[in-house]
């Protein structure tokens, strides 16, 4: 299918409504703008960050932010015994 919002319509109009309320949160989720909520530091921050992965910089992994937190992957997990 060459119309990528012509396909989504069509799959839409398949779901049943229990399920249409689910995939209405998530385009709305999708397509909110949140900078009206930001202030000057995090907007700085937000550009910054994306001119950082640009240039190819790397994030972390989950398993490095749990352990910088000093939690175990099990203790994420929530594994008993972590």
């Known amino acids: 299918?060459?119309?990528p919002r012509q396909h989504v319509h069509?799959?839409?109009d398949k779901l049943p409504p229990t399920q249409l309320s689910a995939v209405a949160?998530?385009?709305e989720a999708?397509?909110?703008d949140d900078d009206d909520e930001l202030s000057?530091?995090?907007r700085?921050?937000?550009a910054a960050s994306r001119e950082y992965f640009q240039k190819g910089g790397q994030g972390l992994?989950?398993?490095e932010v749990a352990?910088?937190?000093g939690f175990t992957m099990d203790q994420v997990r929530g594994r008993k015994g972590g």
């Open 67 to 69: 352990a910088s937190l």
């Open 40 to 42: 000057e530091e995090d």
């Open 25 to 27: 949160a998530l385009l």
């Open 1 to 3: 299918m060459s119309d």
């Open 44 to 46: 700085l921050a937000v």
């Open 30 to 32: 999708m397509i909110h």
């Open 10 to 12: 069509e799959l839409i």
């Open 61 to 63: 992994s989950l398993e």
